[in-house]
């Protein structure tokens, strides 16, 4: 599908409600292509959650860490698609997600022999059980809808999603939980089993200043350590010396500061290693909402044209019966072109793979209690 920019969108949209048409929108100060681009935002941000829309559809894969249950969702999630969600060495589904009720009774049960990936989510988080001890190594992965309906103006190029044992060479871009990374390794570079995470980046920053506004994402050196900041502030003045130590969330004024990787390190290691691939850090991916003209907008054009122009009469007491059919059939029509219909068969498929069957139920033990 071919998408269209912001600028083009409202300008179509005015054209069509009676306003002629604006030279700029992101500029603009006429009060009706300011409301046009308020109804805008809202519009997007109401058909993203119409359904999982494929172009917004991610993957995200992460390994446990022994004894940590709670790990942060990508930057950009929005929902859950349901049955997709994988442990991939166990080769068992997720089970959940777990009520609070639920996970609570988990807890005062004694844990099973098979790891089954139970999880629940909770403050932006998925937390896996058991929330204790939990066990390492194991490769997590499901698909989620991206809040990432707009891909900004100048955004950084990449040749797609992260993959697993994939031949990366050296500068090359790609998306992983909703960032951008460069590959900096020397060479090529072959993906492990999981993708990079994180704001890690060793290149060579600036020494930290007291009273210095920083963006999120801003890179600083202090004393022999490189840390990045995870939102917009500013330091703290005299006396405070700025971040210290390898944690994250290092408090320092209204900034928030994470460890990324020691100035001694060498220009080809970065914070994130990957196999035999290293992973510096950019950027975001996109947004949950347009800013700048140029931005380029994931949805159907014809629907977000319609949609506005819609909502804009709609808000001035002018639209009619005709904008809101226009508008619920190109919504209908968008609906129907995102995705393919499976076949349905009466006899039993060929390619039919159940969740749970002969091919991942372990032999002995499923189900057993430890010290049954």
Same mark, same amino acid.
């Given at each position: 599908?071919?998408?269209?920019?912001?600028?083009?969108?409202?300008?179509?949209?005015?054209?069509?409600?009676?306003?002629?048409?604006?030279?700029?929108?992101?500029?603009?100060?006429?009060?009706?292509?300011?409301?046009?681009?308020?109804?805008?935002? $809202?519009?997007?941000?109401?058909?993203?959650?119409?359904?999982?829309?494929?172009?917004?559809?991610?993957?995200?894969?992460?390994?446990?860490?022994?004894?940590?249950?709670?790990?942060?969702?990508?930057?950009?999630?929005?929902?859950?698609?349901?049955?997709?969600?994988?442990?991939?060495?166990?080769?068992?589904?997720?089970?959940?997600?777990?009520?609070?009720?639920?996970?609570?009774?988990?807890?005062?049960?004694?844990?099973?022999?098979?790891?089954?990936?139970?999880?629940?989510?909770?403050?932006?988080?998925?937390?896996?059980?058991?929330?204790?001890?939990?066990?390492?190594?194991?490769?997590?992965?499901?698909?989620?809808?991206?809040?990432?309906?707009?891909?900004?103006?100048?955004?950084?190029?990449?040749?797609?999603?992260?993959?697993?044992?994939?031949?990366?060479?050296?500068?090359?871009?790609?998306?992983?939980?909703?960032?951008?990374?460069?590959?900096?390794?020397?060479?090529?570079?072959?993906?492990?089993?999981?993708?990079?995470?994180?704001?890690?980046?060793?290149?060579?920053?600036?020494?930290?200043?007291?009273?210095?506004?920083?963006?999120?994402?801003?890179?600083?050196?202090?004393?022999?350590?490189?840390?990045?900041?995870?939102?917009?502030?500013?330091?703290?003045?005299?006396?405070?010396?700025?971040?210290?130590?390898?944690?994250?969330?290092?408090?320092?004024?209204?900034?928030?500061?994470?460890?990324?990787?020691?100035?001694?390190?060498?220009?080809? $290691?970065?914070?994130? $290693?990957?196999?035999?691939?290293?992973?510096?850090?950019?950027?975001?991916?996109?947004?949950?909402?347009?800013?700048?003209?140029?931005?380029?907008?994931?949805?159907?054009?014809?629907?977000?044209?319609?949609?506005?122009?819609?909502?804009?009469?709609?808000?001035?007491?002018?639209?009619?019966?005709?904008?809101?059919?226009?508008?619920?059939?190109?919504?209908?029509?968008?609906?129907? $072109?995102?995705?393919?219909?499976?076949?349905?068969?009466?006899?039993?498929?060929?390619?039919?793979?159940?969740?749970?069957?002969?091919?991942?139920?372990?032999?002995?033990?499923?189900?057993?209690?430890?010290?049954?």
């Amino acid at each position: 599908m071919a998408f269209d920019t912001a600028l083009n969108i409202v300008t179509d949209a005015a054209v069509l409600a009676g306003l002629g048409t604006p030279a700029a929108v992101y500029t603009a100060t006429d009060p009706n292509i300011v409301q046009m681009r308020t109804l805008l935002k $809202v519009l997007g941000r109401w058909l993203r959650r119409r359904k999982h829309w494929t172009w917004l559809q991610s993957q995200y894969v992460f390994q446990t860490i022994q004894g940590q249950a709670t790990y942060a969702k990508a930057i950009d999630y929005d929902d859950f698609i349901n049955q997709t969600g994988w442990n991939r060495l166990n080769r068992l589904p997720m089970g959940g997600p777990l009520s609070p009720q639920q996970f609570e009774y988990y807890k005062a049960r004694l844990v099973g022999v098979v790891w089954t990936t139970l999880f629940r989510d909770f403050r932006n988080n998925i937390v896996i059980y058991p929330d204790t001890n939990t066990p390492s190594g194991h490769i997590v992965a499901y698909e989620y809808g991206s809040s990432f309906w707009v891909s900004p103006a100048n955004l950084q190029p990449t040749g797609g999603t992260w993959n697993n044992a994939t031949t990366y060479p050296n500068s090359t871009y790609i998306v992983s939980g909703g960032l951008i990374y460069q590959a900096v390794q020397v060479g090529n570079g072959l993906s492990g089993t999981f993708g990079p995470t994180g704001f890690g980046n060793n290149t060579l920053r600036a020494n930290w200043q007291q009273g210095t506004n920083y963006a999120a994402g801003a890179r600083v050196t202090n004393g022999t350590n490189v840390y990045i900041n995870t939102v917009t502030g500013a330091s703290a003045g005299a006396p405070l010396l700025g971040p210290s130590g390898t944690g994250t969330n290092i408090i320092d004024g209204s900034c928030l500061w994470n460890f990324s990787c020691t100035v001694a390190q060498a220009a080809n $290691v970065t914070a994130f $290693v990957d196999n035999t691939c290293n992973w510096n850090f950019i950027g975001t991916a996109g947004a949950d909402a347009p800013t700048q003209d140029g931005d380029t907008l994931l949805f159907d054009p014809n629907c977000l044209t319609l949609g506005l122009k819609y909502a804009y009469l709609a808000s001035k007491k002018m639209a009619g019966e005709q904008e809101k059919t226009d508008f619920e059939n190109a919504l209908n029509d968008a609906l129907q $072109v995102d995705s393919t219909s499976d076949i349905l068969r009466m006899d039993r498929s060929m390619m039919e793979f159940p969740l749970l069957g002969e091919k991942n139920i372990p032999l002995t033990g499923f189900g057993m209690s430890a010290g049954s």
